[in-house]
């Protein structure tokens, strides 16, 4: 196992951070990691979605383009009724 972390080595990387980041800034930080891996899985499912209605026909996957729209914030797709991002609230 090439990452064979335990209590001492997390404690180390945490004062690591705590150093670089500063407090005040470390629940920033955390957050936007939490939301940049939320993106991910959600571009992740999205993928398989697509893949699967790709699979299934091409009109499938022109009606579904056409009944969203992407954020240009963070780059989620919401459906093209939403006025604003599901994810970070910026109006369409």
Do not use: Y
Request: charge should be positive.
């Amino acid at each position: 196992m090439p990452f064979n972390l335990g209590g001492p080595e997390l404690v180390f990387i945490l004062v690591i951070v705590l150093i670089v980041f500063g407090a005040g800034k470390l629940p920033d930080v955390l957050g936007q990691l939490g939301r940049g891996v939320k993106s991910f899985r959600d571009e992740a499912g999205n993928e398989k979605t697509a893949s699967v209605a790709a699979s299934a026909g091409g009109a499938t996957t022109a009606t579904t383009t056409a009944s969203t729209w992407t954020c240009k914030s963070c780059g989620r797709t919401n459906a093209a009724d939403a006025k604003f991002c599901a994810n970070c609230g910026t109006a369409h």
